[in-house]
């Protein structure tokens, strides 16, 4: 059962969805909840309404009831849900995924819910819902090796490698001799090859990764290319007899995909810019992952270009803010047009509004960072921005109220917590709510006196008090 956009799902039940969205918004989650539970049971594939779901759950427990919340899902009331939920894993992985919301209806944060549900989703082929709880799990377990590479197979099928290489990447890193992990990362960069270079097209599925290669030769620079390249003759070398085989095989996208990483890393972006070019033209590899990857080549030579001037110039910082709103500009641009591809991706709604409220562009940064706090992975970040947003534009009433929900919200006592009540503190300041404001700065002071200026700030404050 492959997962769904909201526009392929039936308009019954993407009007019952908007309900919910709107339900979510005016703090009704009881409600809320309930409207996604029905569509969900309807249509199990509905990402983006089991993501709104997750933000909804979540919301409801808030941070004040975390740990009472940890402890009732380990009452009975569970009990028999959990055993009902394995029970049904293998014979029915729909009524499975169904069982485990119900638990996490009462208890967001049980990772035994989460990783049946993630069984089942695996089960029923929804490898993005299968993540979705992963990623949760795993944001308390980083270094939990199964756990990574459960996560890292359900990124992959569903479309996401770079981010599954990623983690098995840095997995690989803290436990360099585990021959699993590194076999892991292996075939999982011989799954992105296939599907870029267009293998997958084999139907009997009786071949090996090298049969389907064409030749000998075709292994061996497969296998030189997994190499890190750190001599500029090595690169070189590799260069001209990959651009000598490209002219047997011009549509060997691997070949490509290597030229544009190898003249990457001798900092011709220009050319490894062309190749990407031409992968993206044939139409041959997945255009969000090459579009991705050119996105990044233009921004490593933004880099490079400013990594190269002469800071001694008179002209230098001129350059400087000149290359750097170019890198900007082009970043907005970037971003804007994969919003406009991918609509409902809220991730990419996060990033544009990030990235507008950074040029200054404060109204279209509300725009979108109001659409962003439905991610759950992105709600307390967009409300930071949103709230950064509201201050700009003298709003201090409403920067305040939207601070307050993402402070209430955060768990943890971490560093975007004390960002979230640092920015808190300084909109209270504005409006001369003087002792409020040192309330703020004092939360931060108290475990962590060398934070911005939080000790100068308290410290003036009794100063003054005598």
Request: aromatic share 8%; with cysteine; net charge negative.
């Amino acid at each position: 059962m492959p997962e769904k956009s909201q526009n392929e799902i039936p308009a019954c039940w993407r009007d019952l969805y908007e309900k919910g969205l709107t339900a979510y918004k005016r703090q009704n989650l009881d409600y809320a909840i309930s409207l996604f539970n029905q569509i969900l049971e309807k249509e199990p594939g509905f990402y983006d309404c089991r993501e709104a779901l997750r933000a909804a759950q979540f919301k409801k427990i808030g941070a004040g009831s975390n740990f009472f919340m940890r402890a009732l899902g380990k009452a009975t009331s569970t009990g028999p849900l959990l055993a009902r939920c394995r029970m049904a894993l293998h014979s029915n992985p729909l009524e499975a995924i169904q069982l485990a919301e119900q638990i996490l209806n009462q208890d967001p944060h049980s990772t035994l819910a989460h990783k049946l549900l993630a069984d089942a989703a695996m089960a029923a082929d929804l490898p993005r819902t299968a993540a979705l709880s992963l990623e949760i799990v795993f944001k308390t377990a980083p270094r939990d090796r199964e756990l990574a590479m459960r996560l890292a197979r359900a990124l992959a099928g569903a479309g996401q490698a770079q981010r599954a290489e990623e983690i098995l990447t840095d997995l690989l890193q803290n436990d360099p001799s585990n021959n699993d992990i590194s076999q892991a990362l292996k075939n999982l960069s011989v799954h992105r090859t296939m599907e870029e270079g267009g293998y997958n097209a084999l139907s009997d599925g009786s071949g090996s990764y090298r049969d389907i290669l064409k030749d000998k030769e075709e292994a061996k620079a497969l296998e030189q290319d997994q190499r890190e390249v750190k001599s500029g003759d090595v690169a070189t070398n590799l260069i001209q007899e990959y651009e000598a085989r490209l002219a047997r095989e011009p549509k060997n996208v691997r070949l490509l995909r290597s030229l544009a990483d190898l003249h990457a890393q001798k900092n011709d972006y220009d050319a490894s810019l062309a190749y990407y070019q031409r992968i993206l033209d044939s139409g041959m590899g997945s255009d969000s992952t090459i579009e991705k990857n050119i996105a990044e080549t233009h921004l490593k030579k933004f880099d490079y270009l400013e990594s190269q001037l002469d800071p001694g110039a008179p002209d230098h910082a001129q350059k400087v803010a000149a290359i750097k709103a170019d890198r900007q500009a082009f970043q907005l641009a970037e971003c804007k047009t994969r919003a406009d591809k991918f609509p409902t991706d809220l991730g990419i709604r996060f990033e544009l509004g990030q990235l507008y409220y950074e040029t200054g562009h404060i109204g279209e940064a509300i725009q979108e960072l109001q659409k962003a706090q439905n991610n759950p992975h992105r709600r307390i970040q967009s409300l930071f921005y949103l709230g950064q947003c509201f201050a700009k534009r003298g709003m201090n009433d409403l920067a305040a109220r939207t601070l307050q929900t993402a402070i209430k919200e955060k768990v943890v006592f971490d560093d975007e917590k004390k960002e979230l009540i640092y920015a808190l503190g300084c909109v209270l300041e504005k409006i001369k709510k003087t002792e409020e404001a040192i309330e703020q700065f004092k939360q931060i002071y108290e475990v962590d006196i060398g934070y911005k200026d939080v000790a100068a700030k308290v410290d003036a404050y009794y100063a003054g008090k005598g």
